[in-house]
């Protein structure tokens, strides 16, 4: 049983669009950054800790079943100049995001981690992603739309801000939030329990 460990509604449409049956379970955690932490350290710990974090909700349930349970956890950023750009708090803060943004070039990270009874793996995915310069009239009405107010950066490559975005190098799905092909992969070495797996920490905090 595949358990998504995320309320995002991109990943749901990414995992279905991919043909997976799973349930959908969001974790609880902290989010905020460590001091001195990477934004790749930072996807790759939260990935671990959302999907730690819901199997031990169910691990109890999992001896011995004939449909063992897989979770996986995901978590993305926007980052420019090494700074990470979180979601917007309000229309000002989304305009600033885009501004920034307009002309540049920037990455897009996505933690993903899978924890079975056989281990656990994590990855990181590195996308980056071209941005035009952004044309005043068409920012306002974007801005207007509410589109970018619960995106990462303020803006979804899948919308109004794709006549921004000439190129990408990497994952297309990466920067949607969920890079599809290296997540099956990870969840096929989470189920097998590859040499490239370990066992699920007893406390995330000793993640390095």
């Not at 790749?40 to 710990?45: C, G, N």
């Not at 979601?87 to 002309?103: I, N, T, V």
């Not at 009239?137 to 109004?160: N, T």
């Not at 990408?168 to 096929?188: D, H, K, Q, W």
């Amino acid at each position: 049983m595949l358990i998504l460990a995320s309320s995002s509604p991109r990943r749901r449409q990414l995992l279905e669009q991919a043909g997976l049956d799973f349930t959908v379970e969001a974790a609880e955690i902290d989010e905020q950054p460590q001091p001195g932490e990477t934004p790749a350290k930072y996807v790759q710990r939260l990935a671990v800790e959302k999907a730690q974090a819901v199997w031990e909700r169910h691990r109890s349930n999992d001896d011995g079943a004939s449909d063992p349970i897989l979770v996986l956890g995901a978590d993305t950023a926007v980052v420019l100049d090494g700074n990470m750009l979180g979601k917007p708090a309000d229309r000002a803060d989304a305009r600033r995001m885009l501004e920034q943004l307009s002309g540049r070039t920037h990455q897009v990270l996505t933690g993903i981690a899978a924890v079975s009874a056989r281990g656990m793996v994590s990855e990181v995915e590195i996308t980056q992603v071209f941005f035009d310069l952004i044309d005043e009239e068409e920012l306002v009405h974007y801005l207007m739309s509410g589109e970018p107010m619960d995106k990462a950066g303020a803006y979804g490559i899948q919308g109004y801000a794709a006549r921004w975005i000439p190129r990408i190098e990497g994952c297309y799905f990466n920067v949607m939030g969920l890079p599809l092909s290296r997540t099956m992969a990870l969840l096929a070495r989470a189920q097998e329990g590859t040499n490239e797996a370990v066992p699920p920490p007893s406390r995330l905090t000793h993640l390095t």
